[in-house]
């Protein structure tokens, strides 16, 4: 063989070799990451295998790091080592771990009703004695102790809190809270935020996340706040709205009606965005993938609007990859029916969070009926309520997590998910019909009708998704026919031009009386976009309706009375803790759409919006045709999977556990733009899924499609295979 065919025959052998070691190598497991689809996610709080298995979770809490000042070093090198091997076990069972972490500083006053001071945090002791073991994690000690990192009131007194459970009372122990816009406490929590990242967990549940009312007057707060000023209150609009446009020497406002209030308050929830957007960015230098929310939105009497406590989850939604919610208040909001046949439903709540948080995950830390608030529930009860948790959640694209061992009715409803997990993976709310929901209103002292319109369009059977301002800029309102605004005082010029906008180009605008007549910064407008559409500078004294361009404009008036719709009744003591809160102020509270008490002269005018919007749309929408006054309807669409998800929720549910089944409903489902319906399938009972005889029509250039829910006993979901 000639010297360059040997060469080449050797060459090729040792290729070959090669090759067949590669092939023959194990291949190595891909990295884990995370599955973030709200879709995906059944959360179970133990990490017990059998549990997690039986309820077929996908989601449960792992090992996270030890606090520093409760362990030595070498105890916390320990401690890690167990948790990533924790942690690491259970992603190899596929299961997505997350953790809690707190941002208090705990310690214990002489007494359990002695005040707290300062000097009694436990954080105190470990600065002291053991910071220097953890530089590398904190770097080196700052001259300032702890004490000084807290949040403060005007008087330099500290807010905190007692825990105790449920029917015992409180011993010494206290929360109190560090200021996030001390930079010694943000490094603090930079290395306590690190250390979990370092476990290997996906994500973190951050408690007390917040800023506490009445506070933050630190040296920091103030610098940061005139700041703030600085870079979003032009100068020439302070001096119009408050007289000045120096902020330097400014008095920081400490209640409603002080100058700068509204900055004041909105600041305080862009400084909690802002701590929660810094916390995982350190994570994610040791996890890429890491994953946070915060828990500032609790139902606490006045729900999703965020005033008081710096929970402003338009803000927090753009920064937090899931939502992480203590939104229901106790049994009180539960929802069911009532004894007086009221229904309780949380659902405009929810649909408000999927729009602030632009669809991720929403965790819902729901209270159940457990003792002592309602003794010796029986697991009917449970199972039943349990269910009626389970489906709110889900159908209002939610995840619920439950406090107690998990009853058998919650362990039927996971594995129905659970069957259909394919299906819902990648689903999101859809709709023809938008509600417009803006916290901004409230943190101007202004009010609106967000939550109470959609709790009123409910009721009526109609399938509709919440929109937060964002939205209006994001150059997707083509997707909706109609978007409804309930009366929003303040918007841009900017945002009213893109509404309009939306109308030229063939959507439906219905406006309840006089929005965007402010500006943002809450001075009047001098041009007013959405009222010249109809053909004035002014809005027209009675109801109107105009073509502009391709689509059509709605105006209903609405005179609002001194009273401002307020609900009548007063907040309760310790507002922090149980409501109504906020009932002296906004109308738009739990108490009124939770809890269907919506003042009449109101409720009126909402019903009238809904008639003008069936008008409107001549057909076009998605609804229960009637017949079912407890059964809620909305609708998902599933785009890669070509799938249209129609989800029921009955709500004639007691919390004594006894359900009355939904029958015969009749479902109407607008199917998007150029789709026809293939075929479908349903279940109202968690059983099996079985094809689903319907009719179909066209609908103006739309198909709709028409079935029979036969029985919906908790939840029921259809699933609408599109051509």
């Not at 070093?73 to 690491?88: G, H, I, W």
């Not at 190899?92 to 707290?116: A, F, M």
């Given at each position: ?7 080449l025959?050797?060459?090729t052998?040792a290729l070959t070799v090669?090759?067949l ?7 190595e ?5 995370p ?11 133990r990490?017990?295998?059998e549990f ?5 979770m ?17 105890q916390?090198?320990?401690l ?6 924790f942690?690491?076990s259970y992603?190899e069972k ?5 953790r809690?972490l707190?941002?208090s ?5 002489e007494t359990s009703?002695?005040e707290p001071?300062k000097n009694q ?6 600065y ?11 770097g080196?000690?700052p001259?300032a102790?702890p ?5 403060v009131?005007?008087d330099?007194s500290f807010?905190y809190?007692r825990?105790?459970?449920?029917g015992q ?5 206290f929360e109190?809270w560090?200021?996030p816009?001390?930079?010694?406490y943000?490094r603090y929590?930079?290395g306590?935020v ?5 476990t290997?967990?996906d994500?973190s ?6 800023i506490?009312?009445?506070?933050c ?5 103030r610098q940061n706040f005139i700041?703030y000023l600085?870079?979003n209150?032009?100068?020439e ?8 446009g ?6 920081l406002p400490?209640k409603r ?9 909105t ?8 701590f929660?957007e810094?916390?995982?960015?350190v994570?994610?230098k040791y996890?890429p993938?890491f994953?946070?929310?915060?828990n500032?939105f609790?139902?606490?009497g006045?729900g999703p609007?965020a005033?008081d406590a710096a929970g402003n989850?338009e803000m927090?939604?753009?920064v937090?990859?899931f939502?992480?919610?203590e939104m229901q208040?106790y049994?009180?909001?539960a929802p069911r029916k009532r004894?007086?046949g009221?229904k309780?439903s949380n659902s405009p709540?929810?649909?408000f969070?999927?729009a ?5 995950p929403t ?5 159940e009926?457990?003792p002592?608030?309602f003794?010796?529930?029986t ?8 269910q009626?948790?389970?489906?709110e959640a889900e159908?209002?694209?939610a995840i619920?997590?439950?406090k107690r061992?998990?009853?058998p009715g919650?362990?039927?409803?996971y594995?129905?998910?659970?069957q259909?997990?394919?299906n ?9 019909v938008?509600v417009?929901?803006s916290l901004?209103q409230?943190?101007?002292d ?7 319109a959609s ?8 399938s509709?998704v919440?929109?937060v ?16 605004l309930p009366?929003?005082?303040?918007l841009s ?7 309009k906008k939306f ?8 406006l309840?009386s006089?929005?965007?007549v ?15 559409m ?9 109801a109107?309706a105009k073509?502009v361009?391709e689509?059509r ?7 609002i ?10 907040a309760?003591?310790g507002?922090?803790?149980f409501?109504p809160?906020?009932?002296e102020?906004?109308p738009?509270?739990?108490?009124g ?11 009126n005018?909402?019903?009238s919006a809904?008639?003008m919007?069936?008008e409107?749309?001549?057909?076009r929408?998605s ?5 079912s006054?407890y059964?809620?309807m909305t609708t998902?669409l599933?785009?890669d999977?070509?799938l249209?998800?129609?989800?029921l929720?009955n709500y004639?549910v007691?919390v ?7 029958q ?5 489902a ?5 789709k026809r319906a293939?075929?479908?399938?349903f279940s109202?009972?968690?059983s099996?899924m079985k094809?689903l ?9 739309r ?9 919906v ?6 699933v609408v295979?599109?051509?």
């Amino acid at each position: 063989m000639p010297i360059n065919r040997r060469i080449l025959f050797a060459l090729t052998l040792a290729l070959t070799v090669l090759l067949l070691w590669v092939c023959s190598k194990p291949a190595e497991a891909p990295a884990w990451k995370p599955l973030a689809d709200w879709g995906h996610w059944i959360l179970g709080q133990r990490s017990n295998a059998e549990f997690l298995e039986k309820n077929h979770m996908t989601v449960t809490f792992g090992s996270g790091a030890p606090n520093f000042e409760t362990v030595t070093r070498a105890q916390f090198d320990s401690l890690m080592d167990a948790a990533k091997a924790f942690n690491d076990s259970y992603h190899e069972k596929g299961y997505i771990v997350l953790r809690y972490l707190s941002t208090s500083l705990n310690g214990d006053s002489e007494t359990s009703t002695s005040e707290p001071q300062k000097n009694q945090i436990h954080l105190l002791k470990f600065y002291n004695e053991r910071w220097q073991d953890f530089e590398d994690y904190l770097g080196p000690k700052p001259a300032a102790d702890p004490g000084t990192w807290m949040m403060v009131h005007p008087d330099g007194s500290f807010p905190y809190y007692r825990y105790a459970p449920y029917g015992q009372e409180t011993d010494e122990g206290f929360e109190a809270w560090g200021c996030p816009d001390n930079p010694d406490y943000l490094r603090y929590m930079e290395g306590k935020v690190r250390a979990q990242a370092e476990t290997g967990i996906d994500g973190s549940y951050v408690d007390w996340t917040h800023i506490a009312g009445g506070t933050c007057y630190c040296n920091y707060t103030r610098q940061n706040f005139i700041q703030y000023l600085m870079d979003n209150l032009p100068p020439e609009v302070g001096k119009a709205k408050y007289g000045s446009g120096d902020y330097e020497t400014i008095e920081l406002p400490k209640k409603r009606g002080d100058k700068f209030w509204m900055e004041w308050i909105t600041y305080r929830g862009q400084a909690v965005a802002e701590f929660h957007e810094r916390l995982r960015t350190v994570a994610r230098k040791y996890n890429p993938d890491f994953m946070i929310s915060g828990n500032v939105f609790g139902g606490f009497g006045y729900g999703p609007i965020a005033y008081d406590a710096a929970g402003n989850m338009e803000m927090l939604g753009k920064v937090d990859d899931f939502i992480y919610s203590e939104m229901q208040e106790y049994l009180d909001s539960a929802p069911r029916k009532r004894e007086d046949g009221v229904k309780i439903s949380n659902s405009p709540a929810l649909k408000f969070l999927a729009a602030a948080s632009h669809g991720k995950p929403t965790i819902i830390y729901a209270t159940e009926i457990t003792p002592p608030i309602f003794p010796n529930p029986t697991e009917k009860c449970l199972s039943a309520m349990a269910q009626m948790n389970i489906a709110e959640a889900e159908a209002n694209h939610a995840i619920f997590r439950e406090k107690r061992e998990t009853p058998p009715g919650a362990t039927e409803m996971y594995a129905f998910l659970a069957q259909n997990r394919e299906n819902m993976t990648g689903a999101q709310l859809y709709s023809n019909v938008a509600v417009l929901a803006s916290l901004n209103q409230y943190l101007a002292d202004e009010i609106s009708f967000a939550f109470s319109a959609s709790r009123v369009l409910a009721d009526r059977g109609i399938s509709h998704v919440m929109i937060v301002e964002d939205d209006l800029l994001s150059g997707g309102l083509n997707r909706f026919d109609l978007i409804y605004l309930p009366y929003l005082p303040l918007l841009s010029r900017e945002k009213q031009q893109a509404l309009k906008k939306f109308v030229e180009k063939g959507g439906r605008l219905l406006l309840l009386s006089e929005c965007g007549v402010k500006t943002e910064y809450n001075l009047p407008h001098k041009e007013l976009s959405l009222a010249e559409m109809f053909g004035g500078k002014t809005y027209p004294a009675r109801a109107a309706a105009k073509n502009v361009g391709e689509g059509r404009a709605v105006f209903m008036p609405l005179a609002i009375p001194p009273s401002k719709f307020l609900i009548p009744m007063q907040a309760k003591e310790g507002v922090t803790t149980f409501g109504p809160a906020m009932a002296e102020i906004f109308p738009d509270i739990p108490e009124g759409y939770t809890r269907n008490r919506i003042d009449p002269q109101l409720r009126n005018a909402l019903i009238s919006a809904a008639d003008m919007i069936e008008e409107m749309l001549s057909g076009r929408l998605s609804k229960i045709t009637g017949g079912s006054p407890y059964l809620e309807m909305t609708t998902m669409l599933q785009p890669d999977k070509n799938l249209l998800l129609v989800h029921l929720v009955n709500y004639d549910v007691t919390v004594a556990g006894e359900v009355a089944p939904a029958q015969d409903a009749a479902v109407e489902a607008l199917l998007p733009q150029g789709k026809r319906a293939r075929r479908a399938v349903f279940s109202g009972v968690l059983s099996e899924m079985k094809p689903l005889e319907f009719t179909s029509r066209k609908q103006g250039s739309r198909e709709k499609i028409a079935f029979t829910a036969d029985r919906v006993n908790v939840y029921g979901l259809a699933v609408v295979e599109l051509e």
